[in-house]
Structures are given as C-alpha cells and as structure tokens.
C-alpha cells in the first residue's frame, strides 16, 4: 500500500488510477495529514516535538531571491510599489524591504514590534519574527489552523526570566520563544476572548464575548480575577498610567480596574460602545464612541472630564500625543483637541486618518491610501504620498522615529530618518 502523499504525487502525475480503496484511504488519512498540498512554509517538528526556525527548512524546500541589504524573499511574496523619492521629500530614507511568511491566498492579519523584532502574524495563524535591523526574517511557526481565530500579540517576561512572545487565539495562550519560535508553552483561556493580551507582570487582561474584563495569570496557568461589563469587549483594554487598566463594552460600559488585584477604581458609561482602541495619554483615557461623541475621563471615580459631541459615528483610530488628542471625524476631518479641556485647537477636512508620527516637527497621518504630512499648528496639509498596497503604517518612536509599512499581502518596509 503506497504512503498517502506518494498517492498524492503519483495522482498529480497521472501515474495512478484513483480506485475506490485509494479513494477511502485519502479520505481518511490525509484530514490529518494537511492534504496533499504540504508547500507552504511552517516551522519544522524535530524528534523532541520542538519547532526549530523555518529559515533552515527553507534552505531545502522554497527557493528564494536575494534581495536588499541581503533580505530574501520567498517565491510568490509581494514586494510593495514604493516610490523612494516621495519618501525622502517627507525625511525618510528606505533601510530595508522584508518578506514574513504570508502563505497562499491568506493577508496580513497583526503586526507588532517586540524588542529588536517585527511580528508578523497571518490570517492562516504563520507568526514570522523579521529582524529590525536587516529586515531578514529569522523564524516562521504555524500555531494552529487556519480556521483558528487570534485576537493579538504582546510581549511578556516568564516566571523563569526568558522573554517570550504571547500570540492568543480566541481560546488559548501560545507562548512563543521569541528566538527560535519554538512553543514554550500552551495555556487554556478560561472564556472565549475577543481582543488581544495587555500584560502586566505575570497577568495578561483580555476583553471577552461575554463582556468580561478577563485577568489570566500565566505563572499559574489559570484565570486569576474577572470583572464583568454589559455588551461584549471588542476593542482594547486599555493601559491607563502605569497600574490601571481600563475595559470599554460595545453598550458603553466603562471599567477602571487594578491589574494585580481586580479592585474597581471607577466605572463610567457612555451610550454606545467603540470600533476603535480608546487611548490614554497624561492620566486620562479617551474614547472615540459611536454614539458621536468624543470622550476623556479620569480613571480615579470614573468621572468625566469633557465630550465633544459629533454630528456622526467616530470609526478611525484616534491618537494622544503630548497633551492633544487628533481624532478624525467625517465632516471636519482630523480635529486636534486639548487633553484636559476638549477645547477645539483646529480642524481640517483635507486631512484625513489616523496621527501614527511626527517628523521635521510636522504630522504624519495614515489613511488606508495615502501618508500624509500637516503642520501641528493648523492641520494644513503639506504634501501627500501615495501608500498603494500599505495595510499598516506605524512609527518605533513617536517623534523622528523609524517608519514602518506593512503590506496588506506581506512585504515589510522599514524607513529610517534622513540626515
């Protein structure tokens, strides 16, 4: 009897008759063997049940190209349409182009920078780790299948002092070692969750289906406090200062709690939940609502310290940054706001996105399609470059720092600061 996947050879090359006995043993068998298409690059079972990096497993099985300051991509990835010059009119030079592996048909799900990393997450459950300083990618691990959900990605520090990367699903904490990409760890999560780990020492905050603000300590592998809020949590939690954390529910329930303990701070409530992270900046957290209006509010009490009504539901991300909050809005475009007053600093329907930075002391903002650069006084928009192909725009540091672009299909681009 042949080997299942020398059935499957034999089949692609016409050189066997598919009979009903070859039929059953396929079904059967291949389910659980990934099927005859095994290409796709994942990380490698050794005999001790360990991934080892599929850089070496590569070597072997894809062939690649060599491609900018020696980063290699493999066959099929996409390199995005950069045009150079446009990026060095705004202050950045280009460092390096990367490939994580993006398998198939499948995009870009999560990207996160973790130390001297870029992770990579894609929509198949691939994490691939891209060094930052060459763009070569050092590892790539399939964690489970694709039909598996993940929420997000974060960095964390074990018990034993190893750094590890956390990469959750909806169900399970994987913790990853952020060197080679082996599974350290898998540990149960108590309830389904819906939003990436925020962690804190040894304690990861998720939001839930269920509307639960959920503590999982991973030192004990178990859930360590809950706090329940009305309507599912979709987006954050939210870190407030250095020891609070802050949970919003998609009916507008609002939590301030102790990471360590679970002790309610303050709770607060809005009329309808949020699409976007809220974010903190100067002890306060703001909230961009879909009940059109903007928000910030004091963690201690739960009190409010001002909205700004909207005439629409607010959907893009907002930013805080040095004492303003941009927020874009439908009809006004980007609006900066005064952090503590929500006073109207200026408006301008020209400019549109999220803030992810500033360079030569002017803004960047990101819209899906093109980067654009304003003056921090006035909103004005100075120049606007094209960003085709681009699913995430980020900065490492928030003034003059590196630019980063992702590739909704996989390339990665990193810019650095000219002159």
Excluded at 58 to 65: A, D, G, L, V
Excluded at 169 to 174: C, K, L, P, Q, R
């Amino acid at each position: 009897m042949h080997a299942p996947h020398a059935v499957c050879r034999r089949l692609a090359a016409g050189r066997v008759v598919p009979t009903a006995a070859t039929l059953a043993l396929m079904v059967t068998l291949l389910p659980a063997l990934g099927g005859c298409n095994r290409g796709q690059e994942r990380s490698v079972e050794t005999s001790a049940g360990e991934a080892r990096p599929a850089d070496s497993a590569r070597e072997t099985r894809s062939p690649e190209r060599r491609t900018d300051r020696g980063t290699t991509r493999p066959r099929g990835a996409q390199v995005l349409p950069i045009d150079d010059a446009q990026y060095l009119e705004i202050g950045y030079r280009r460092d390096w182009t990367g490939f994580p592996s993006v398998p198939g048909e499948h995009r870009v799900a999560d990207a996160k920078l973790i130390g001297a990393q870029l992770f990579v997450r894609a929509s198949d459950s691939t994490v691939s780790a891209l060094d930052t300083d060459t763009g070569r990618m050092r590892w790539a691990a399939t964690l489970s299948t694709s039909l598996t959900r993940f929420a997000g990605m974060a960095h964390a520090t074990l018990p034993d002092g190893r750094d590890t990367v956390l990469v959750a699903s909806e169900a399970e904490i994987y913790f990853i070692d952020p060197n080679t990409g082996n599974i350290l760890d898998i540990q149960r999560l108590e309830r389904v969750v819906s939003t990436g780990p925020l962690v804190f020492g040894s304690t990861a905050v998720f939001g839930t289906l269920s509307g639960e603000v959920l503590a999982h300590n991973f030192r004990f592998g178990a859930k360590f406090w809950g706090h329940q809020l009305p309507g599912s949590i979709e987006h954050g939690p939210t870190r407030v200062g250095e020891d609070i954390v802050a949970g919003v529910s998609a009916r507008g329930g609002i939590a301030f709690l102790d990471p360590a303990t679970g002790r309610l701070y303050g709770q607060a409530k809005i009329f309808q939940g949020v699409s976007t992270e809220p974010v903190s900046d100067n002890g306060l957290l703001f909230i961009a609502s879909l009940d059109q209006a903007i928000y910030a509010f004091n963690p201690v009490g739960g009190s409010r310290v001002w909205r700004v009504p909207t005439p629409h539901p607010l959907v893009v991300q907002p930013t805080a940054h040095d004492g303003v909050l941009y927020v874009e809005t439908r009809e006004d475009g980007i609006v900066a706001l005064d952090q503590q007053t929500g006073q109207r600093l200026w408006a301008n329907a020209e400019a549109r996105g999220t803030v992810v930075g500033m360079r030569n002391n002017k803004l960047l903002s990101f819209d899906g399609s093109h980067i654009h650069v304003l003056y921090p006084r006035t909103g004005a928009v100075e120049r606007s470059i094209r960003a085709e192909g681009v699913g995430r725009v980020f900065t490492d540091e928030f003034v003059d720092g590196n630019l980063y672009l992702v590739g909704s299909r996989g390339g990665v681009a990193r810019f650095v600061p000219r002159g």
